[in-house]
């Protein structure tokens, strides 16, 4: 089946530091790739998606480009602030009546002031 | 405007015993979802509604867990004899017309002793 790989479990950073949390996926089809941020105690919230090769997704100064080649999509920003440490997850879905998502195992980035 | 609304938001049982979660979500989402989240894990997905019709339940436990939408607005999730497995946060989400962008409440933890 389809899934999703995060390479870093835990990133631990400076605030101004540059982010980068590694993504890759495995599908069957063409899925839309999703990232969502998890601050504790609450749901999961949408950053944003991209649904198609070289497409590029970004929201809060984050982003991240579909690339079909690599079946990456990794997450970037380039400067990083204390209020950013959450758990972001990578997700893939395709539609149908609704999305049904994959998620990754998520990434706790803890950003120091 | 309200956000997707989960009760109760804590539960704790001994096993066998059974447990009900209720979703309100957003007004006017017509598709809702039901996700599994074990500690330190992605969310799972369950079950998603159409209105009040399943569009997939392919990875609910059928056995033991049901979920229903009878009046395609809020929805219950029910466990029957829960075992030390299904210890996990449950999450519900709804979207727009099936949209890519899913909303999330903040679940309901349970502890199954």
């Known amino acids: 089946g389809d899934s999703v790989t995060q390479t870093e479990g835990q990133v631990a950073l400076s605030e101004e530091d540059f982010l980068t949390i590694h993504c890759n996926y495995s599908a069957s089809g063409y899925p839309a790739l999703f990232w969502y941020v998890q601050y504790p105690g609450e749901g999961p919230q949408f950053l944003f998606r991209a649904s198609r090769d070289k497409e590029k997704g970004s929201s809060r100064g984050f982003e991240a480009t579909y690339d079909k080649g690599t079946t990456s999509f990794h997450l970037r920003k380039a400067s990083v602030q204390e209020s950013d440490s959450a758990v972001y997850y990578c997700?893939?879905?395709?539609?149908?009546?609704?999305?049904?998502?994959?998620f990754g195992t998520g990434t706790s980035l803890l950003v120091d002031p | 405007e309200a956000g997707v609304t989960q009760s109760p938001r804590y539960a704790v049982l001994q096993e066998g015993q059974a447990v009900s979660f209720w979703c309100d979500p957003i007004?006017?989402?017509?598709?809702l979802y039901w996700y599994q989240q074990p500690r330190d894990q992605g969310p799972q997905l369950l079950v998603y509604?159409?209105?009040?019709?399943?569009?997939?339940n392919s990875q609910l436990p059928s056995d033991r867990f049901s979920a229903v939408r009878p009046k395609g607005t809020n929805s219950t999730l029910k466990i029957q004899s829960a075992k030390q497995g299904d210890t996990a946060t449950y999450l519900c989400?709804?979207?727009?017309?099936?949209?890519?962008?899913?909303?999330f409440g903040p679940g309901t933890r349970l502890t199954v002793l």
């Open positions: 989400a709804s979207s727009f017309l099936g949209g890519a962008e899913q909303f």
């Open positions: 007004s006017g989402h017509d598709t």
């Open positions: 509604f159409r209105d009040e019709a399943v569009i997939d």
């Open positions: 997700a893939l879905g395709y539609g149908n009546m609704g999305y049904k998502l994959t």
